[in-house]
């Protein structure tokens, strides 16, 4: 009689060390527009940035969140940066509160102009 209470009390704790609680959180999405007129020219025209107001990028996210950055230049097609694009090399960076879209011509040297409007898919992926 023992011996199966034993056996039962050990089967019981096996089974319930071995389960363990998933929490399952979802990524956010964010697409938004950069016009012509958002890029601020730098080195006399040898690089651009413009910002993204994000407000879900608070500093605890920023140190522990992840950013990935897609931008359009057609419709439906994305394409991932860090990019090099028709001779333009395309980085982000991210800070508390935005995101800013850096561009530069592929050897930096160059005088470039920025793209037209184009179209931000923004991923953000939280961590927990």
Known sequence: MKKSILLLALFVLVMGSSCKKEQIVPNRTIITNLN???WIKLNGGKSYTASINMPEIDNYFNDYG?????VSFENGTYEQIPQVYDGISYSYLTRSGQIVIEIQSSDGLAVI?????????????ESI
């Open 66 to 70: 992840g950013v990935l950055v897609y």
């Open 36 to 38: 012509a007129g958002n």
């Open 113 to 125: 102009s920025p793209p037209g409007s184009i179209k931000v898919k923004i991923v953000l992926i």
